[in-house]
């Protein structure tokens, strides 16, 4: 679980923000400004200054924001000049885009704010589509606009190039002012903004919305933020039916605003193409009478705050519905309230202006069960003077600034007297005592007025009705009291306290009707009085006493990411939390309990009493003899024999001593056949893998022995229950185990593999593995299971092991073992942590055009399902598609996918001549059917050995193979992120296997796949499909100098690259495995490309230059397996391309690594094993009829 | 056949020990060094017994979480050969003229009364004169079960007010008692593990369940309530149950040490963690054994 940020401002303006796992607030130094709100999302902060302008705070990030410019040099060949910058007259710009129409020299290209900085000078790109080009990088074409090559031929009449230039923005970690040119023009100060919105669009485009209120009640939209231009590009007013005071902003496309009146707005028609959606629906406050003052919205959820400081939660709310359909009355009073990730909840109390935490938040829960609050000390308090010193001259200015303006328009003009008192009544407030007194109203601005408003009338209409919930006490402070007797509040506040019915006092979970009209029809009766009430005099409050911390003014969760299972030491600050939050650190695996010197003398001792007590005296008759043990239970078996189907079986493990001492077993599966009773068995240490298969109907899981590898037909049972199926699973793999003598975590040679379901599996390598002549075969190998859920894993011989999640989160793996469904002993205790992921479960709509009503979901009576899966031949609906296994829990709702290879319309669809037929994204006249693919997220939670490497999301990963006597001090890791940016990680070693910081690695293009050798040789896919090599790696210069481009083999687009000690490999798109010819130590790059194998989907070469894969298509005696893990045989140092292939476990395997193995095998053979091997090879040639060793088997 | 087995995984746990001691080692090792913990015996009949022909001493590895009159059927069966049926009352044991109590674990009563002396460890075996006023009856192996259970139940009490073992339900109780009859340590820890878990925020069991031991005492052990964090919120450890407990045991620097403390035959340092212990050299009946002895005098 990574760390995230809470951030909040006090009443004196200072922003401070505390972290998910810290214990203290930490002030936000840069800040010499005050601050009157702010509204923070995972990637940065927006708020608004006292000078009235509007901040950012982009925070810092391994992975720099840059923008990639590029423009067009076009010329035209003629017979004097050859190519020139003479163009006809008819021709483009000498300088264009690359359609031609838009005229834009390099000098043209200005930097977007002080905040960007150019990364270098503009240069050529030598890159065309993949393959290089000649050195200037013009690329030719009979006319513009036509097809250009990168070749020149006989009539190529003109050619262009394109250059590139990078700007950087270089504004991170600190504030700063959104450029005031684009404020200006701007009627009046802002006084409440919102952001959110980021779920709508996909990465990589990641545009968030910005809402913002003006004074006046306008509200304006910020057009244009994104990933590549944080600060956006301009305002543009939304027109409201009334003046809004408030909005709120949720990660979805919630947008809710409070009017002046007390009533809500709701915006509607909130998409994709639309961030700004199209008209306002109004919902009345949730108590009649009493308006509200504030709301709050997240993905599925809405709060309010009503001028009584209750609070209010909306039932029913989701993206089909924005209004929801009624109001909850909730305990607590809060002068504020905020909705940040997973829809927790904060809140500012009203009594004790203290930020409170909604504790039980949870997704099937989402108004929570109790208000906590976050006490926890802040870092300064000693800056509290100079800063208020500052404050004053901000304080006078806003006041001032708030009056004129305010005079000049004529839409407040029945508060305009009162707003002139308060202004005039600012100034005397120094006067009330001699302590420096905080000068709350500088701060705090209308919201806070219109707190003291809602103050008073909670004071006064308090006495009406029963006292406050019992979270927070109330208290009376005479001062008030006297304040409210000269106060023109009381005029006006029986009219508000008469309009509090008691029925909504006090009860929590009590639900108000639906008060719900649309359009800007609302009750404008109270807006007047309202609105008079909230300007007026403010002069005399003073609730703090100077002693006392500084009270909170405004809290934004919007960063904040809590789980349900995250551990907050947020509520008390005594030692013992201190003591658990060590644990939680980042520091990798070693605890300070296990570096303890009273730990590691246990250990010594309980070491040395056992060879003390027992050393001489194994030959001791033993006390208590150990027995056979067995375990039934009944289960249902795939039958061998056709018709294949499900059968009832009993199944018994016994489990005995072996001959050697070791525990070993016999699994039995008891049927019946023909009513004849018989029996199935297989010997515990001839296992050689057990596979969990889940799906959404049955709990089944997979036995697999060598023999069976080799049929591609394993023993498939079913459990009962999930439950059943994993003890019966740790139980046999405990049994495995120890019939191997493997215990504890995998050693730093393991073999890694994941499958396509994203189990994790671990191989312990055995010297002959590897070895030149007779190796073990690869189906011997025995894997274990590992707890937790990954799509890729890299290792080295250091045992540095990361992982990569579906959702592209980076994992580190602890040393530990178990975890997942190995409970108890099969598991590390200290290591193991809770592991999430999050991948995406795809339906497709499918549709037919007729002549009458153009597209409908009435299709022909062959056609496939209307709702389907991709393949058209499974009826997948929103309603009855499950998640892929009862592990997975549905974690968003059916949204239209528009990443889809191809792309879509407007609407996601693609369009086809007929079904199944290749689809693109706009509609011609050739096309009948259209479909569109429908995604929704799904969570998985788990256990495992594995630690999260936050914050930058992954899609591959290479660390630096080692040599088996190797010290490296420093291990080299590579990564790309899931946007395509290279990434290098400072200060990995075997004790730190997390490293600590990412180091960019500039690209031209986004990179998919990475692979670092044995010598610092790294080369990289591009997503364009080619090759390049790092030029100077080495231990002094990590991140290199430059990319060599390397031609791809013809016509194919490279996807996966991997290095050995010498060797490289790449696969194509097309499934082919490549070898690099001609790779020196004086020319890396290598001269060309050879290939291998087709059939391959991925390899992985080790730092022996071993090379294993991952196959499709291979033929087994009983079946044909995709998703093989296969090994290279007759790999020599001469000879780096073997001849052959061997096949091991699959199918279903998604990934392996070898890079971790770096056991050499003994150079002298026992002739024992040699017999033994060579007895098991005609076995493993017989499957391998192909010519070049290619596993393809049909 | 078999005893050379075993002599294979205990080699092949101790070098593994060694190894992780070098990368790093995982508490569950601890919790197998414990249970596989075994003390060589000897056992001898006693002169007084009378006997139809010399009785040759019986050699036997004892656990050391078991219970002696658990572990010793084959001693009963060995030294029955040589007796006359008539001359045959309950066995029971002695060492050094002390009667062996058999509801103290078998390690606890070797580091009590033999830590200190040579290997293996002596001990005679008696069918006459029973101590009845030492020694607690056992007929059958159903009394050890039940004072077994006990244990464990009152060692839940502490640690979670009963509330696990009581959720747990008859077989899950048979299994704890097999476990530890059958020397299964699988079987007993899959079950065990849950009396040994605890609510994170907590920081511990309730009470720790302990009981020290003394060679020079009448009482038969100490005990008391005793929290693993203290009010203030610092963890407690052995030697803070010792200031409280039996403070000679802790020496000043220049002191020459006086007592030795021993759990499992070794002698953790003070400064060990109340909980860690607890979870990890705790006998199978929950409790944690601590034996105070005076220090050699060599």
Redesign the interface.
Known sequence: MPSSLLWAVDVYGRVYSLSTVGQQWEHCRDAHLEFKRLTAVQLCCWSIACDHNIYLNVHASDVPIRYQEETYENQRWNPVDGFSDRLLPSDRWLWSDVTGLKHQPLGDFQLPSENWEWEADWYMDENFGGEPTEKEGWTYAIDFPANYTKDKKWNSCVRRRRWIRYRRYKAQDTWVKIPSEQTGSLPDPFNDITCGAWEITEEPRGCLALWAVSLQGKVWFRCGINHHNPEGSSWEEVPVPGEVVQISCGPGDLVWAVLWEGHLLVREGIGRDCLKGSSWVMVESPSPGVGAVHVAVGVNVVWAVTKDHKVWFRRGVNSHNPCGSGWIGMVGEMVMINVGLNDQVWAIGFEDRAVYFRQGVTASELSGKAWKVVSVPRDSERSHSSASASSLQSAGCFFGGEVRLQSQASVLSDAEPETERAGGEVVPTPEIGDVPKPRIPKVTSDSFISELVSDREGQISRRDVPPAGPSIPEEDHPEKEVEDRASPAQVLSPSQSGGVDPQWSNVDLEEAQTHLTSGPGGDAAETSSLSSVATYNLALEEPYGPDEHPKWAWVSGGGCLVECHTQLNWFNSSASTALNSSVQAMSLSITPAQTAAWRKQIFEQLSERSKREMENFMHYEQAIEQSVWVKKGTMQWWRDWKPHKWVDVQFALEQFSGAEGNKDGILFIYYTFNDEKKYLHVFINEVTILVPVLNDSKHTFAIYTAERIKQRWPIRLAAATELEMHDWLALLSVSCCDSRGIQGPPSKQAIWSVTCKGDIFVSEPTKELEASLYPTPSDQMFWRQVGGHLRIIETNSLGVVWGIGYDHTAWVHTGGYGGGFFQGLASSTDNIYTQTDVKSVYIYENQRWNPVTGYTNRGLPTDRYMWSDASGLKECTKNNTKPPSPNWTWASDWTIDYAVPGGTDREGWQYAADFPASYHGNKTLKDFVRRRRWARKCKLTTTGPWQEVPPIPLSDITILPCGPKSTVEQVPLWAISNKGDVLCRLGVTSLTPGGSSWLHVGTDQPFKSISIGGVHQVWAIAKDGSAFYRGSVSDQNPAGDCWYHIPSPTGQKLKQVSVGRTSVYTVDENGNLWYRHGVTPSYPQGSSWEHISNNVRKVSVGPLDQVWIIADKVQGSHSLSCGTACRRLGVLPMEPKGHSWDYGIGGGWDHITVRGNALEAPRILMPSLTDNHTATRPLLTSNQPEMNGNPVGC | ??????????S???S???L??M????????LR??W?????ACFTLSPEETTEREAEPY?????RV?YLTL??D?VKKHFLKVMKAEDVEEMWFEYEGTPLKWHYPIGVLFDLLASNTA??WNVTVRFKNFPEHDLLHCPSNSVIEAHFMSCIKEADALKHKSQVINDMQKKDHKQLWMGL???????F??MN?KLMEYP??E?GFRYIPFRIYQTMSDRPFLQKLFRP?SP????LTLGDLLKELFPAAICAEDEPKRFQVMI??????L???MQ?LSE??SHPDNFLHISIIPAPSD
């Open positions: 056949m078999t005893s050379l087995g075993v002599k294979d995984e205990l092949s746990n101790a593994c020990r060694h992780m001691n990368i790093m080692a995982d508490d569950k090792d601890v060094d414990v596989f913990g075994k003390i060589p050699y036997l590895l004892l656990p078991s572990v010793t084959k290997l293996p009859q059958n020397d299964k340590f699988d079987q820890w899959a593990r994170t925020e920081g964090v203030e919120g610092h963890v499992h035959g070794i002698e953790p340092l400064e060990t963690p860690w990890h050299l």
